[in-house]
């Protein structure tokens, strides 16, 4: 994984900065804007060429429950090799 | 050998076929119609709404060995609101690129759903235009005009426009809201209130308008519904009574043409605030800026809506906003 966006309900991206990606930890940490819409964001993730993520991301997601990172699984182009990522927001204060 | 003949034989009889299938035709120059006749074009564009305007170039033309222009008459089949009109020039652009325009006649009359020009110059060709003020009785309902020209040897011609289904929203534009003191907006009455008429009215004000500017945090211009957690309503106090959840979603590429005004071909139509999601929505949008805007729902849910920010200003903590509405229930 090489990057990660969020965009707002407005399609505008929510980061205060770029998002911090450790590919041996597996965790994404990205700080959000205040006031940010935790409920309706749509995360974007830069994968290598034929990996895919599972699950699919087919609309906005719910950030809102900050004690539980989402998780996304990268699965590589061959299928055998499965990194599973939690991605941890906060929000700026 | 047979066979080569054969082809040979095909081949020439492919060639006669051609080069007489190309006989050279000279062009003809179209024979112009005598006849007195007409056309027609919609210039205005974007749903039609209530208190807008819709306008037409309507031209008309006969030779002038046969005839002149005596008026142009324009028939709705609802008649315009007040401020509905023909222009009695026609326009020519000179080499300032600026509109020039030539008197046809007198000022049009508008007579119930009727609205004409007599002529009174020596015109055999000119386009006037029609502007079509929309009444309150066509919200909802489809509108069509019958255009109708007449020359002096007797001829009508007429060309039938619409119909154009006019719209149910309502439009309202250049709302100005001030921290501090107008501050308050109701989707209801599409205005901005104080906090005297916001305490005597609390049932009324959907969204509160601030400014700050703070420290560590990106808070600025945001629209904040009366319910919103206090931390986004930094140093404000509520008037008493304030307890609308409005529903509000931030849109940042939805520059509605009609209210923005400006280059953008984008129009926000009944079926996009029909159709609008505002489940899971918060009640705040923080650090809203010029040219974005947001869509709301009010608290009872009777109205979706659009606003779009015109202009913010941080000196003066104002935003001018523009407001589409539709009542959905």
């Known amino acids: 994984m090489s990057s990660f966006e969020l965009l707002g309900a407005d399609f505008q991206t929510v980061r205060t900065k770029a998002a911090t990606i450790d590919t041996t930890a597996q965790t994404i940490n990205v700080e959000v804007l205040y006031g940010t819409d935790l409920k309706n964001l749509y995360p974007q993730f830069t994968l290598v060429i034929d990996a895919v993520l599972d699950p699919k991301i087919v609309g906005k997601v719910d950030f809102s429950d900050l004690s539980k990172p989402k998780e996304w699984t990268v699965v590589s182009g061959n299928r055998k090799v499965r990194k599973t990522y939690k991605v941890y927001l906060t929000v700026k204060q | ?329």
């Open chain 2, 1 to 329: 050998m047979k066979k080569l003949s054969f082809k040979i034989l095909m081949s020439f009889m492919l060639l006669a076929l051609f080069l007489g299938a190309c006989k050279e035709e000279e062009f003809q120059i179209p024979t112009a119609s005598d006849k007195l006749q007409n056309d027609l074009i919609k210039r205005s564009l974007g749903p039609n709404i209530v208190g807008g305007t819709i306008e037409f170039a309507y031209a008309a033309g006969i030779v002038p060995e046969k005839g002149k222009l005596t008026s142009m008459t324009v028939e709705a089949s609802i008649a315009g609101a007040t401020g509905t009109y023909m222009d009695n020039k026609f326009y020519s652009t000179n080499n300032s690129g600026v509109d020039v325009g030539a008197t046809v006649g007198d000022p049009s009359t508008t007579t119930g759903k009727t609205t004409q020009v007599v002529y009174t110059g020596n015109f055999s060709a000119a386009t006037l235009r029609y502007y079509y003020k929309i009444p309150e009785e066509a919200r909802g309902k489809s509108i069509s005009f019958t255009f109708t020209a007449k020359a002096s040897n007797g001829e009508t011609i007429s060309y039938q426009a619409g119909p154009y289904e006019i719209r149910s929203m309502d439009m309202q534009l250049d709302l100005m809201a001030k921290d501090g003191t107008d501050c308050f907006i109701s989707i209801a009455d599409m205005k901005v209130y104080n906090s005297t008429f916001a305490a005597a009215n609390p049932d009324k004000i959907d969204l509160i308008y601030l400014y700050r500017s703070l420290t560590n945090v990106t808070y600025l211009h945001s629209l904040v519904a009366p319910t919103a957690d206090p931390i986004y309503l930094p140093t404000f106090t509520m008037p008493a009574g304030l307890k609308n959840k409005s529903k509000i979603v931030k849109a940042f590429t939805v520059r509605d043409q009609q209210l923005a005004r400006i280059q953008y071909g984008v129009f926000v139509d009944d079926v996009d605030l029909r159709t609008k999601d505002f489940a899971d929505a918060p009640d705040f949008a923080i650090n809203v800026k010029a040219e974005g805007g947001v869509w709301v729902q009010t608290a009872d849910g009777k109205y979706n809506a659009y606003i779009y920010i015109n202009t913010v200003n941080n000196t003066t903590k104002e935003m001018r906003i523009s407001v589409k509405r539709l009542t959905v229930r």
